[in-house]
């Protein structure tokens, strides 16, 4: 049985991103050989992505240890403005340059969005080492998500019949529900749920009523999504709902 999902409140973005940070570290202190972090894309986790090439977490990241990878990507060359890759290459990546071996964005230079995911897919498993995800052996260490105003999640739109995937890894997404209107690769929420931590990031006050929504149960993507291990809505004050906003 998944455990309930946490709220933690902050007060605004720059409390977000040091709480983030301290989630990640948190997972990175314990004893393991190697470490999966799934990064997601957007404006929310940019304050998280700024900080870690800054003391003190660049020297306490053991960064030959960590692997990169990303929930979602908008089909676009890594040099292009909207690629989720090539943000958090500038923001954080590029600064320390880890292991390039280490940094596993997914291939925008498939053929089609379907083969990008087969691809991506085939990476995550031969990381993984099995076919199949075992319970007792998540992929991931820590995966972090966002939310859209549409209640989507990574690249999984309401209503698309991506979110029901129960079998792949990754699926191609050649129409996005939300601006930017490229088409997506996405891993599913099987594969995301194999962590053993998820961090929703949630800033501003544009995201209030799409929180609103969740909390009262409604059925869209990003309320779907869930994990092996803990499950935390990390939100700021400007995105929690007030009371009366929960239907
Ligand atoms: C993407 C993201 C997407 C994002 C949400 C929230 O590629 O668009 O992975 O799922 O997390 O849209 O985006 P903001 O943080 O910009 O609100």
Redesign the pocket.
Known sequence: MAKPPKLTIVADADALAQAAATHLMARLAEPRDRFAVCL?????PEGLYRLLPSEPYRSRIPWERVHWFW????FVPPNDARS?AGAARRLFLDRVAPPAANIHPIPTDADNVDAAAQRYAAELRAFYGTERLDPSRPLFDLVL????NDG????LFPGQRQVDETERWAVGVPEAG?EPFVPRVSLTLPALASTREMLFLVVGRGKRQILARIMAGADLPAARAHAQGDLVWLVDREATPERRDVA
């Open positions: 997601t894309g957007g404006s929310s929930g979602d990507d908008r989720n998500m966002g939310v859209g989507h999640t990574a690249s939300m």
